[in-house]
């Protein structure tokens, strides 16, 4: 078992594992929503109350109507006013229509709430996952009561539409809803449709039941631009337009018209959703008719509803039963004026959701047996009071009961849960382990250490009898628990898992059986000085800092507070040690002139490290203004809000290219480690990072003195620009290779790629022809300098190319940010005590503060714990259609580019300062483990908060998005690491290419 703590990829694997761990948390944490499996027909409505007979029939009519449901994406509460929607506005003011403020359940994307529109049911926030997959919806949907009914529908707009109802729809029009950079064609497509089925036929009646319109311009805008963006007005008045159309329209048919405009979700100031602010939960939700209506609301407000009460609205409307899972209730505005209809209607709905209520002991399940009671004493006397009684009692359950379904749509798999963090604990312990027994000494590791020596047999048994004892385990765990978990049904696929978490369990405790009997000197650690000490506590209590809410949405302030306390460290440091320096020299001191020890560091150092520590807290504390993040001063203005003003485009514009030159500047000053053959990497980055700007000019984020360049296809430019940088990395591998060599061409100047044996010292040296001594090692160590300055390059072109203007700046910055702290936390430049060998310290050290300083520009970027701050715009660059793989993959880079370049500076370092080939796997190897631990050990803590508080208020709004957060940074950890495992194979197969080209050649 030794030499599986010994490789230098034990770590990754086990960071593997600590990711399909989480997903078992996740399907524990968000099952898929239950449904009853009820199918609502007409021959389930009531025919009897309490022993008085009725017709439900007949008396469940609302009579001939054709209804329209225009979904406007993005709609928040406050667009819908006569300032930006004038009709409308005025017809709300006018009681003509009504408004009522719709609640959007968390999480605030799109499909959960159609979902929510269409069953009468909450989603479960596992439908964030699913938003860009959109499966068919599995319990019942208005949709289907409504085709039963032999209802025509009618749908143009989001094709989520389409994927979540399929083969219900009589006619469809369908347009992607993930494109987001379009504005136009979008909502075009929908509006082109109206002409046609708004005009009604020979007998004045439309040819559908229900129309569903989704419009997704504004959403659109809102993603790339903001809520506050210029466009939205003309957008807001487009749609006013089709309100008016429709609205026009209904007034010519010979038949009820009844048009509901609502949106699905609103949109924070900064143009994201998915969270839980005001602006992204509340939407309004406009009725009007073509019969006269009145609001009976004052003033046209007609208060607060759940969005779940659109299904059984129309469902009413449509004259079909409510959904089988359906919650909601009637909106108030379309209850029938009928005493006896109305009731019966808060009847039908009350008796719905009591089907869906296991509890008949609760008060509302009493209030509403009081309701029925009533309803039936009106139907047999008559009396008016009986019937005034029975509607509030009715009304009174159905708040209670839709309250209630609200909060226990959950189902948690505590089993799952238990396991999954049980095993990420094992794992969390695995790692540390690993990660101290690497911190030793190497010479200590090699100290041969006695023991039974035992035969391949006896650690096989070994390891199949942990094995069968972790299985019976979590076997016995499974029966003794009577748990319905899917975790302990046995079907083959989770059999599977069962026998993965067996493995694991295994396999770790034996990780950690071996590294304790071999983790014998760790004299290393006692040279931690306070700032290490301070990354270390730092980074320990932040995971714990998550049992406050407030921790969780304000999470930039905790690091921020770190990062100005490990700067202030640093620059005292830096200060005493100049001053010692100054002093010593000044005085003459004995140390000095005897010693230089001191001259010599402040000489690798310089003096100048003070003004530029004191340059860089000046530009952190730019930077942190750059962008409003967290929830709870979100509101307020920042620097990119000033930016992005029209007034000031040059400053933004100055951003711009100020921050890509910088970037080009140190891509070319990386160059340096790559065998720069002719220049060619000069050119190729030169290429980019010109496509990068011709990008923004084609796009109207740069002013150019070349107006042709506006007219360059920007998809074109991107693909360009991949073109250039894989073109990089194929040149790199050739030129390793020895291709050109061999193909004639001479590699002038100082050629890190050339094989060759070292020169004999006497002339009777004599090669072993089958261990000939060639210099493999050092070229190896060449090619990984070289390709792991390449991916850095890249990474920083790919991230300016995505970033929005005036975040570019962040890239240098981070650059900067690294080589300098870097530079102050080297122990043996630093430190007032003279140490032999502080590369193992250096490597902990410069581990922590990289992690530090991606999370770091992580908030600076504007990044948050909340959905809502995900740019999707990002996502498309580039792109013409729609593609789920490299959406996602822009994104999420996105998302986490800093944590990605502050990783790859330090790999970076880690090759350029290596001495050899070994040294540099060791490093890696080091590296890795700290990468791995610290991302484990956030993990297993969190998974346990997050139990704890998984009945709290907060669970979906604060604790949730964030679990997601860690997830998503859990897979591009992952990838990170993969990509430097992918950089050292490369080495080895491009040596092992060379071997069969080149080395001959050189004889």
Known sequence: ??????????????????????????????????????????????????????????????????????????????????????????????????????VAEPPTVTMPRIKAMMTGSVSTFADVALNFGAP??????????????????????????????????????????????DYTE????????????????????????????????????????????????????????????????????????????????GMRDAGGHGGASPAELLVPLVVLTSDGFRCPHEAGAGGTVAQTDVAPSLAWLLGAPPPGDSAGRVLAALLPPDARQHLYLLHVLAERSARLVPATDKEFYKQFERAKAQFAHFLATGQQSAAKIAKEFYEESLEEMAKYLTETTTDFDMFALICATCILYLLAGALLCVTLYSLQPEARRKISIPKLHRSKASSLIAFFVVLLISAFTLLVACFITETKSQFCSFSPLWTIAFIAAAMTITVTYFIIKTTIENTKDLSTLRDLNAIDYLLIIGTLFHSWSF???????????????????????????????????????????????????????????????????????????????????????????????????????????????????????????????????????????????????????????????????????????????????????????????????????????????????????????????????????EVKLSLARSLTHIMYNDLMLIVILLMKPHNVIMVPSIYFTCKLTSKCLDHKLLDARKRKDTEILDILSKSLVHLWIGILFFFYQGNSNSLASVDLGAGYVGLREYSAARVAARMGLHAYAAPALAGAQLFCAAAAHAQ??????????????????????????????????????????????????????????????CTICAIVLLTHASSWIAKKLTYKSTL
């Not at 008045?237 to 009820?256: G, H, S």
């Not at 951003?655 to 002719?678: A, K, P």
């Open 1 to 102: 078992m030794l030499h599986w703590v010994q490789h230098r990829w034990t770590s990754l694997w086990l960071l593997i594992t600590a990711l399909a761990a989480l997903c078992l948390f996740l399907y524990g944490f968000f099952p898929l929503k239950y449904h009853s499996g009820k199918l609502a027909s007409m021959d389930d409505l009531p025919n009897v109350i309490n022993g008085v007979s009725i017709d439900g029939q007949e008396v469940y009519n609302s009579g001939e109507n054709s209804v329209i449901l225009m979904v406007i994406d993005g709609l928040r509460y406050d667009f819908a006013t006569e300032e930006y929607m004038p009709f409308t506005g005025q017809l709300i003011k006018n009681k003509s229509a009504c408004l009522y403020v719709s």
């Open 136 to 181: 068919a919806v599995v319990g019942d949907s208005v949709l289907r009561v409504a085709k039963a009914r032999g209802r025509r529908t009618v749908m143009y707009g989001d094709d989520t539409w389409l994927r979540l109802f399929p083969g219900l729809w009589t006619e469809s029009d369908g347009t992607t809803s993930f494109y987001v950079t």
């Open 186 to 265: 979008v909502d075009n497509n929908v509006t082109r449709h109206l002409d046609r089925i708004l005009t009604p036929d020979e007998k004045k009646k439309p040819p559908f039941d229900l129309l569903v319109l989704h419009y997704l311009g504004l959403d659109h805008i809102g993603h790339l631009e903001g809520a506050r963006s210029p466009k939205i007005k003309p957008k807001l008045l487009e749609m006013d337009d089709v309100v008016k159309k429709i609205y026009n329209a209904m007034q010519t048919w010979d038949r009820k018209g009844v048009l509901l405009v609502c949106g699905d979700h």
């Open 547 to 777: 049992f406050g809410t407030s921790f969780i949405e304000e999470e930039h302030m905790t690091w921020y507070f770190f990062w100005n306390t490990l700067m202030f460290f640093i620059l005292v440091r830096t200060i005493v040690v100049v001053v010692m320096y100054f002093a010593k020299r000044w005085s003459g001191a004995t140390e000095f002139q005897e010693k230089p020890d001191l001259e010599n560091r402040m000489s690798s150092v310089g003096v100048s490290i003070v003004p530029q520590w004191v340059l860089l807290i000046a530009l952190h504390r730019y930077l942190r203004t750059m962008n409003q993040t967290g929830d709870r001063w979100l509101f307020l203005p920042d620097t990119a809000d000033w930016l992005n003003s029209p007034e000031n485009a040059f400053y933004l514009e100055a951003h711009l290219v100020i921050g890509s030159l910088l970037t080009l500047s140190i891509c070319l000053w990386n160059i340096r480690f790559m065998n720069n053959y002719m220049q060619i990497h000069s050119a190729l980055t030169i290429l980019a990072t010109a496509c990068v700007l011709c990008h923004r000019i084609a796009t109207n984020a740069l002013v150019s003195p070349f107006p042709i360049i506006k007219t360059w296809d920007p998809v074109v430019i991107v693909n360009v620009f991949w073109g250039l940088l894989i073109s990089q990395l194929i040149f790199e591998l050739l030129t390793y290779i020895g291709l050109f060599k061999t193909c004639g061409f001479t590699l002038k100047g100082d050629n890190k790629f050339a094989y060759s044996k070292p020169k004999a010292k006497t002339e009777d040296y004599f090669y072993d022809q089958m261990e000939e001594p060639w210099n493999i090692d």
């Open 916 to 977: 050899n080939w070994r040294g540099y796997l060791e490093s890696v190897w080091r590296v890795i483990n700290v990468f791995a631990l610290q991302r484990v050990y956030q993990l297993v803590i969190y998974c346990v908060i997050a139990i704890l508080f998984r009945h709290h208020l907060f669970v979906w709004t604060v604790f949730s998005p964030k679990l997601l957060y860690d997830f998503v940074a859990t897979v591009f950890s992952v990838q990170a690491l």
